[in-house]
């Protein structure tokens, strides 16, 4: 099953050439795709919206084509750029300023879109929440913020505790009746002129605050700023291939930043027509989605893609899914098994991308026209310097294994921890961003992603990922899903403890447990083959879909568990 290279690409991709513009590269020049270039100020919103909006050839097109259960709907540019306006002039006639920190507490819907423009337009800083919090999540991310005001639903309204947070001066409620306390979005926006002064910003104005998907501890927020659009921008045309006529879909929820950079940004940036998909996750719907839309270029998550594996291939053969032209991947490793399964499924290769919330937009990635090494997360994008570190932030080898970092200053890079300036501090060393991540660098560039460093196992002196081991126990065609942890061993250090999902019509036993050992001894090594296994009916994840060891290892050593606010039901 080990594939060691899938060839580049050929056809029309917009970047062609990666050596030659990695060589070439400069973001001063990408700059000069922005109004910035003629003013020296701009606007995120004006440049994704309104600038096509101002296009007549492109103000009818389709930007958001929302599509849930009970519910579609199709806003075209010129649309978006009306909606957008109307709620900047309600949030202007409620008091909002450049700078307020405006949070959205909703599900995925047209409103989100046209409410999310309008706080930009204002020069508002907004900040989406994940509509499946819970309370504590929800006031700790206000409270933090110090948020001005939220845009919520009455069902949702419940779970916050307006009465704790002294800076929440408002509530609108989308789809709930306007009373004394609170605002109704609909009644509003009836009232509301279309024609809004946008606010021209500077491109280090804030734009943005996300709080991280915490799989390693308390979520903290990261704030970017409208610079971010250059690469959000570049990386569209050249990592997603974005092109005139393209439909695409990005999987992720805006309370994540993929749902943001990529599912938001990126695609209006270049002015392609943006799907987005309410309701829970079912292989079908999925697929009959991409059918339905003709959906071109498709950006979803492993854990997205080790779903649709397990649903069978029956299941994908009841669509035709021959609109598809490129699919990509974020959030977690990509197991080469998927990228195999994805050659099958969609006769397409499915590229790996590398990046966080702090780093606002893709770094390290494998783009159409260049050669796939399953399992690698592919190379760097131009204008970016990526490296493997030690902890004093000295370059290391190829080869070995270190801090995955990046050369400080790249265009959407994040500009601040929130109310946390030591953490902020702590990313960097010795003029690299440390990323957290270890990964080790080949002879040929590529990356390849080994685990968090907080996962990463020492059993018997051998540094173990995660990763590896996890790849391979899905390679078996027994498991669904695997969660592997290093467990404190007198003797060894730590050893390597795998919870697995079976596949359906799998039944737990020694036997099968063993076979899985071996398979994974004999396919990856006698050092990485767990030696304690225990079968679960699901892997804990974030909502994200990553896999929190640090959940799996606190059940299994009775520890406290930390925050779970980001915790999938
Ligand atoms: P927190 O920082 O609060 O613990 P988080 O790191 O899960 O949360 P994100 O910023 O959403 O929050 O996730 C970024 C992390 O996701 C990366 O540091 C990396 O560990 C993982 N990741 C993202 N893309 C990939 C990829 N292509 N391959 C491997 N890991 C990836
Ligand atoms: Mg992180």
Redesign the pocket.
């Known amino acids: 099953m080990d594939m060691k290279s899938i060839p580049a690409q050929t056809g029309n991709y917009n970047l062609e050439n990666y050596e030659e513009m990695y060589k070439t590269f400069d973001w001063e020049d990408a700059k000069k795709n922005f109004t910035w270039n003629e003013t020296g100020k701009v606007n995120m919103a004006y440049e994704a919206i309104d600038k096509h909006a101002e296009d007549p050839d492109k103000k009818n097109q389709p930007a958001l084509v929302y599509s849930a259960p009970g519910r579609e709907e199709t806003l075209t540019f010129s649309d978006l750029k009306r909606e957008s306006d109307k709620f900047a002039n309600v949030l202007k006639k409620h008091n909002i300023e450049k700078g307020d920190r405006v949070f959205m507490f909703l599900p995925r819907s047209p409103e989100f879109y046209a409410a999310f423009l309008g706080i930009l337009k204002t020069g508002a800083i907004a900040g989406p929440l994940f509509e499946a919090f819970m309370e504590q999540a929800v006031r700790d991310r206000l409270e933090d913020s110090g948020a001005k005001m939220l845009i919520t639903t009455p069902e949702l309204l419940e779970r916050v505790p307006e009465k704790e947070l002294p800076d929440l001066k408002q509530v609108v409620l989308v789809g709930g009746e306007g009373s004394g306390d609170y605002i109704s979005f609909e009644e509003e926006m009836k009232d509301a002129s279309q024609d809004f002064d946008i606010e021209w910003v500077d491109l280090e104005d804030g734009m943005l605050l996300h709080y991280?998907?915490?799989?390693?501890?308390?979520?903290?927020g990261?704030y970017h700023v409208h610079n971010a659009m250059i690469q959000h921008y570049q990386t569209g045309k050249w990592v997603l291939d974005l092109k005139e006529g393209d439909i695409y879909w990005c999987t992720a929820d805006p309370g994540?930043?993929?749902g943001t950079s990529y599912g938001i940004f990126a695609p209006w940036l270049n002015g392609v027509t943006n799907v987005v998909k309410g309701g829970r996750f079912s292989a079908d719907d999925w697929y009959s989605l991409i059918a339905e839309k003709e959906i071109s270029v498709w950006y979803s998550a492993p854990t997205a893609f080790r779903k649709l594996m397990s649903a069978g291939a029956e299941v994908a053969k009841k669509h035709d899914m021959t609109s598809l032209r490129h699919v990509l991947?974020?959030?977690?490793?990509?197991n080469p098994e998927v990228v195999t399964w994805g050659l099958k499924a969609f006769d397409l290769r499915i590229h790996?991308?590398?990046?966080?919330?702090?780093t606002g937009a893709q770094l390290?990635c494998n783009f159409p026209a260049m050669e796939i090494r399953p399992g690698s997360?592919g190379k760097p994008i131009p204008g970016i310097e990526a490296s493997i570190v030690d902890n004093e932030g000295n370059e290391l080898p190829p080869n070995q294994m270190g801090n995955l970092a990046i050369k400080e200053g790249w265009p959407a890079q994040m500009r601040a921890i929130w109310n946390n300036p030591g953490k902020f501090e702590s990313y960097f060393v010795n003029g690299w961003y440390v990323?957290?991540?270890s990964a080790y660098q080949d002879e040929d560039g590529y990356f390849w992603?080994q685990?968090?460093l907080d996962d990463v196992i020492n059993t018997s002196g051998e540094r173990v990922g995660p990763?590896e081991v996890e790849s391979k126990l899905i390679e078996h065609e027994a498991v669904a899903e695997a969660g592997v942890i290093g467990k404190p061993d007198p003797e060894r250090g730590e050893i390597i403890k795998a919870f697995i999902m079976l596949n359906d019509g799998y039944e737990e036993s020694d036997e099968l447990l063993e076979d899985i050992r071996q398979f994974v001894k004999k396919g990856l090594s006698a050092h990485a083959a767990p030696r304690e296994m225990e079968v679960k009916d699901s892997i804990p994840k974030?909502r994200?879909g990553?896999i929190m060891r640090r959940l799996l290892k606190s059940w299994e050593l009775g520890l406290p568990t930390g925050d779970t606010s980001?915790l999938e039901e």
């Open positions: 991280t998907s915490g799989s390693t501890g308390k979520p903290k990261v994540w930043v993929t991947s974020v959030g977690e490793p990509l790996d991308t590398w990046w966080m919330t702090e390290i997360m990323s957290g991540d992603f685990g968090r990763f974030t994200s990553k980001t």
